[in-house]
């Protein structure tokens, strides 16, 4: 019994200390806010539309949006149905962020991998064919 005991208890300080370990210094930009990157939350994002086959534009606030670039084809996206923007930290910096940002939607949960994020100008573009996001 005390052995189980001492097993238990080894495995959850293991566990523990995995989870305490901070994110690599090599992750990519997209997953890393701080240090004056222009960074939002990925769960944030107000509203999404398609600007061309490749090019999405989402809204953070009324003054932030941004233009998000993928190599996919992005009038496949349904906006009919739920999307968001995912990341592994929630977080989305300007920049390359190849292999670390993903819009997922549809019926089927698609993911669209996102190459760049660009941050417009302000005032923002017009807002004509925007969806609100859930």
């Known amino acids: 019994m005390r052995l189980i005991a001492f ?3 080894g495995a959850l300080a293991l566990s523990g ?3 305490a370990q901070p994110a690599p210094e090599d992750a990519p930009p997209a ?3 701080g240090d004056g990157r ?4 990925a769960d944030g994002v107000r509203r999404y539309a398609i600007i061309d086959d ?3 534009r ?3 606030t009324r003054v932030r949006t941004y233009t998000l670039t993928t190599s996919e084809n992005a009038a496949d996206l349904d ?3 739920r999307l968001r923007l995912s990341s592994d930290t929630g977080w989305v910096c300007a920049g390359d962020v190849r292999g670390a940002v993903f819009v997922v939607g549809g019926d089927m949960g698609n993911r669209y991998g996102i190459d760049t994020v660009t941050r417009d100008p302000y005032p923002p573009p017009e807002a004509a ?3 609100k996001a859930d």
């Open 17 to 19: 200390a995995a989870a």
């Open 79 to 81: 906006f009919g149905r």
């Open 31 to 33: 997953m890393q806010p």
């Open 129 to 131: 064919g925007e969806e």
């Open 38 to 41: 222009d960074c939002f939350r």
């Open 58 to 60: 989402v809204r953070f």
């Open 7 to 9: 097993a238990l208890c």
């Open 54 to 56: 490749h090019n999405i």
